[in-house]
């Protein structure tokens, strides 16, 4: 008997008491997800409450929106949210919280099922199928995700779904596979991945396979590809076109949040991106494992898809397969590079989501499909070559005694596993729940009700969906207004101090943070601080509080009052210790600030965001005992250090021939509007020259940095 026998491009069909034995480990995993949260009230994830905002606004028609009535796309899920919105909607009653965590967790259990479908579609081996949906049942990352709230499990679901419509014969109706994909694409944008693989594969397909009839192939399959696409646009074709209308974008601001967050990706050459792609595929491997599985499991897991893979390729080399099999089994080897996608194009921060490796989970789905499949077929192989009963019946028992004390040992590590996954999602639940809901009662309940808020490192989630105030979020996830200053920091500026600017475009009043990021400054005042005692002594430590801060962004800037707090000195060169160099102090009750000089440049630096029509003015005067000459002069530059550049904005020539000492001797006023609304330093310089100099001070008399009326 051929070793190949087994591999068939046909999809087992299962008996009915199969369909109810599935229901076993799909109980395990409803199991593990309520064991996981019981008596825990709550989402342990920040993002999660993003849908939950967007839920209860669409269900209290305030339209697709974090701010009612303000549309925006905050959500990387638009079917998730939307089939929340009509539960909501249907059942009042029931919390937006519930309706997140449910679906999340009833997406995990499908995911289970059709998992096991597709195997014994794909083998027609029962015990394999059911051993594919335990594994996936107690997998860490998976079941963790479930009672999230996220619509991580949704996405899986719906690829897996995709798998099981597209692996039925070439007879079923393509019109529905293509709304499967959509519903993919829906689910997650990166879903759009899947249904070019399959179109690319389809349409490649006569080119392997039947290279002298391409072109009658491709007239053939002519009508299946337009009903395909058909079914496709029938749903992505509507919701790209209300983002394009609503944001000019053609992905939602998620997308473009965290691609511009903290990230040089706009700035690299295609070429760049392609090669961060390419490295971002083993990347995601070494986080599987770290985050995932026990290495022999991981091994074990990658042995067999490999297998799996030969298997195909043989199988495909040996007899033409149906192409939409064929299709559909490329797909699903195409997870396999699927991280390519989040060095490439959807890079975010942290790289695959974080969260047990939230963005890229399909390929641990995938690992464990693909790997009982190349068992199912290893099994295969060696009972053909092993004709003789008895000695197959020995190997196999070899084997399963062999695999047993592996088992034992999985569930008891997995056993011990899940106790500190608990307290994990405990903690998570509790930050959430505790701290940041505090954050966000406080605001309702002690801000102005017009009060703007922007939510920095505290996420905007829980913040947001209970403050009951007009937000903004630092990551840009519901105001693309915030994107050219995100640009800004991809280009080399601090990423707070263009926040700051971002928050005076706005006018921003309040702003929150994970202390100390965003420490106090001439910009900010605390408030207050929240805290969650239950976290103290914990690994959520860093997270027990929260500083809700109020932005000030003056105007006018009085550099003398400001200097003890604010500024600095800078020398240009070195000079010999001077004790004393600046002098706070009044000449004819005037306010000056006294700078000793010498040859070398002497700055003063003061850094502030600037004011709307920034203009710097002041008046010049010295103090010394020694008579001037011709050739004794100060020199004065005034210079601003926007983002590391320096640009010389005002250089001029005084003499102190004749000067009057403490008087002011040259009044100006610097047109600074090329920095207006910037957050930048100013240097004020001088220096002096000539022979009567030495310890002469230069007064800076009535110093204001303010917008021109």
Same mark, same amino acid.
């Given at each position: 008997?051929? @070793?190949?026998?087994?591999?068939?491009?046909?999809?087992?069909?299962?008996?009915?008491?199969?369909?109810?034995?599935?229901?076993?480990?799909?109980?395990?995993?409803?199991?593990?997800?309520?064991?996981?949260?019981?008596?825990?009230?709550?989402?342990?994830?920040?993002?999660?409450?993003?849908?939950?905002?967007?839920?209860?606004?669409?269900?209290?028609?305030?339209?697709?929106?974090?701010?009612?009535?303000?549309?925006?796309?905050?959500?990387?899920?638009?079917?998730?949210?939307?089939?929340?919105?009509?539960?909501?909607?249907?059942?009042?009653?029931?919390?937006?919280?519930?309706?997140?965590?449910?679906?999340?967790?009833?997406?995990?259990?499908?995911?289970?099922?059709?998992? +096991?479908?597709?195997?014994?579609?794909?083998?027609?081996?029962?015990?394999?199928?059911?051993?594919?949906?335990?594994?996936?049942?107690?997998?860490?990352?998976?079941?963790?995700?479930?009672?999230?709230?996220?619509?991580?499990?949704?996405?899986?679901?719906?690829?897996?779904?995709?798998?099981?419509?597209?692996?039925?014969?070439?007879?079923?109706?393509?019109? *529905?596979?293509?709304?499967?994909?959509?519903?993919?694409?829906?689910?997650?944008?990166?879903?759009?991945?899947?249904?070019?693989?399959?179109?690319?594969?389809?349409?490649?397909?006569?080119?392997?396979?039947?290279?002298?009839?391409?072109?009658?192939?491709?007239?053939?399959?002519?009508?299946?590809? *337009? $009903?395909?696409?058909?079914?496709?646009?029938?749903?992505?074709?509507?919701?790209?076109?209300?983002?394009?209308?609503?944001?000019?974008?053609?992905?939602?601001?998620?997308?473009?949040?965290?691609?511009?967050? =903290?990230?040089?990706?706009?700035?690299?050459?295609?070429?760049?991106?392609?090669?961060?792609?390419?490295?971002?595929?083993?990347?995601?491997?070494?986080?599987?494992?770290?985050?995932?599985?026990?290495?022999?499991?991981?091994?074990?897991?990658?042995?067999?898809?490999?297998?799996?893979?030969?298997?195909?390729?043989?199988?495909?080399?040996?007899?033409?397969?149906?192409?939409?099999?064929?299709?559909?089994?490329?797909?699903?080897?195409?997870?396999?590079?699927?991280?390519?996608?989040?060095?490439?194009?959807?890079?975010?921060?942290?790289?695959?989501?974080?969260?047990?490796?939230?963005?890229?989970?399909?390929?641990?789905?995938?690992?464990?499909?693909?790997?009982?499949?190349?068992?199912?077929?290893?099994?295969?192989?060696?009972?053909?070559?092993?004709?003789? @009963?008895?000695?197959?019946?020995?190997?196999?028992?070899?084997?399963?005694?062999?695999?047993?004390?592996?088992?034992?040992?999985?569930?008891?590590?997995?056993?011990?596993?899940?106790?500190?996954?608990?307290?994990?999602?405990?903690?998570?639940?509790?930050?959430?729940?505790?701290?940041?809901?505090?954050?966000?009662?406080?605001?309702?309940?002690?801000?102005?009700?017009?009060?703007?808020? &922007?939510?920095?490192?505290?996420?905007?989630?829980?913040?947001?969906?209970?403050?009951?105030?007009?937000?903004?979020?630092?990551?840009?996830?519901?105001?693309?207004?915030?994107?050219?200053?995100? #640009?800004?920091?991809?280009?080399?500026?601090?990423?707070?101090?263009?926040?700051?600017?971002?928050?005076?475009?706005?006018?921003?009043?309040?702003?929150?943070?994970?202390?100390?990021?965003?420490? @106090?400054?001439?910009?900010?005042? $605390?408030?207050?601080?929240?805290?969650?005692?239950?976290?103290?002594?914990?690994?959520? @430590? =860093?997270?027990?509080?929260?500083?809700?801060?109020?932005?000030?962004?003056?105007?006018?800037?009085?550099?003398?009052?400001?200097?003890?707090?604010?500024?600095? &000195?800078?020398?240009?060169?070195?000079?010999?210790?001077?004790?004393?160099?600046?002098?706070?102090?009044?000449?004819?009750?005037?306010?000056?600030?006294?700078? =000793?000089?010498?040859?070398?440049?002497?700055?003063? =630096?003061?850094?502030?965001?600037?004011?709307?029509?920034?203009?710097?003015?002041?008046?010049?005067?010295?103090?010394?005992?020694?008579?001037?000459?011709?050739?004794?002069?100060?020199?004065?530059?005034?210079?601003?250090?926007?983002?590391?550049?320096?640009?010389?904005?005002?250089?001029?020539?005084?003499?102190?021939?004749?000067?009057?000492?403490? +008087?002011?001797?040259?009044?100006?006023?610097?047109?600074?509007?090329?920095?207006?609304?910037?957050?930048?330093?100013?240097?004020?310089?001088? #220096?002096?020259?000539?022979?009567?100099?030495?310890?002469?001070?230069?007064?800076?008399?009535?110093?204001?940095?303010?917008?021109?009326?």
């Amino acid at each position: 008997m051929n @070793e190949l026998s087994s591999y068939s491009d046909t999809y087992n069909k299962p008996s009915r008491w199969m369909l109810f034995a599935w229901c076993f480990p799909v109980l395990c995993g409803l199991i593990a997800a309520m064991l996981l949260k019981h008596n825990i009230y709550g989402l342990p994830i920040d993002d999660a409450y993003i849908y939950v905002k967007y839920i209860q606004n669409i269900a209290d028609g305030n339209g697709y929106s974090f701010n009612p009535n303000e549309t925006s796309f905050g959500v990387t899920s638009f079917a998730f949210t939307i089939i929340g919105a009509m539960v909501k909607a249907a059942i009042p009653w029931l919390s937006a919280v519930s309706i997140c965590q449910w679906m999340s967790i009833l997406s995990f259990l499908i995911l289970l099922w059709l998992a +096991q479908r597709i195997v014994y579609g794909l083998t027609g081996n029962f015990t394999i199928s059911l051993a594919v949906g335990a594994a996936l049942a107690f997998c860490r990352p998976i079941y963790f995700t479930a009672p999230s709230g996220l619509e991580t499990t949704f996405f899986l679901m719906a690829t897996a779904l995709t798998l099981h419509i597209g692996l039925k014969s070439a007879s079923s109706n393509f019109l *529905l596979l293509g709304v499967s994909c959509s519903l993919c694409y829906l689910a997650r944008p990166e879903g759009l991945f899947f249904t070019l693989i399959f179109l690319g594969s389809y349409v490649g397909y006569p080119l392997l396979f039947e290279s002298e009839n391409v072109l009658k192939v491709w007239k053939r399959s002519l009508t299946s590809i *337009l $009903t395909f696409m058909a079914g496709f646009m029938l749903f992505a074709v509507p919701y790209v076109s209300f983002v394009k209308w609503h944001s000019g974008r053609w992905m939602p601001m998620t997308y473009y949040g965290k691609l511009l967050n =903290r990230s040089t990706f706009t700035l690299e050459p295609w070429y760049g991106k392609i090669k961060a792609g390419v490295f971002a595929i083993p990347e995601a491997y070494k986080q599987t494992l770290v985050q995932d599985i026990t290495p022999f499991t991981f091994g074990l897991l990658t042995l067999l898809s490999v297998i799996s893979f030969a298997f195909f390729l043989l199988a495909c080399g040996r007899k033409t397969p149906n192409a939409r099999w064929f299709s559909m089994r490329v797909v699903m080897f195409s997870v396999f590079v699927f991280p390519f996608l989040y060095g490439a194009a959807f890079r975010a921060s942290p790289m695959f989501g974080g969260y047990f490796v939230r963005y890229i989970q399909i390929l641990i789905v995938m690992m464990h499909i693909e790997g009982l499949i190349g068992l199912h077929h290893l099994f295969k192989t060696f009972a053909n070559i092993m004709q003789q @009963e008895s000695r197959r019946r020995n190997i196999i028992l070899s084997c399963s005694i062999l695999f047993f004390p592996y088992v034992i040992f999985i569930g008891y590590s997995d056993y011990k596993r899940f106790n500190r996954d608990k307290d994990f999602y405990s903690g998570h639940v509790t930050i959430n729940e505790g701290v940041r809901k505090k954050a966000a009662q406080w605001i309702d309940q002690n801000l102005e009700p017009g009060a703007r808020i &922007l939510t920095s490192n505290t996420g905007l989630g829980v913040v947001g969906a209970y403050a009951n105030r007009f937000i903004r979020d630092e990551a840009g996830l519901i105001n693309s207004d915030i994107y050219p200053f995100l #640009r800004g920091f991809s280009e080399g500026f601090n990423h707070w101090h263009k926040m700051m600017e971002y928050m005076k475009h706005l006018n921003i009043d309040y702003y929150t943070t994970f202390p100390p990021y965003g420490g @106090e400054t001439r910009h900010t005042e $605390t408030v207050i601080e929240l805290e969650e005692p239950s976290l103290k002594g914990t690994n959520f @430590e =860093r997270l027990m509080r929260i500083r809700i801060s109020k932005f000030i962004a003056p105007e006018e800037y009085n550099l003398w009052e400001d200097y003890k707090d604010e500024a600095d &000195l800078v020398d240009r060169a070195e000079q010999p210790d001077v004790d004393d160099r600046v002098r706070l102090t009044k000449w004819n009750q005037q306010p000056v600030i006294a700078v =000793r000089t010498g040859a070398d440049l002497l700055d003063i =630096r003061q850094r502030m965001i600037f004011p709307s029509k920034a203009h710097f003015s002041t008046a010049l005067a010295f103090d010394s005992q020694n008579e001037f000459g011709l050739e004794d002069k100060v020199i004065v530059e005034i210079k601003v250090n926007y983002g590391g550049k320096l640009t010389p904005v005002f250089t001029k020539e005084f003499p102190l021939q004749g000067c009057q000492r403490r +008087q002011p001797t040259a009044e100006f006023d610097v047109d600074l509007a090329e920095f207006n609304n910037k957050f930048a330093f100013l240097l004020l310089g001088v #220096r002096a020259v000539g022979p009567n100099t030495q310890g002469l001070w230069v007064g800076w008399m009535n110093p204001k940095l303010q917008s021109a009326k």
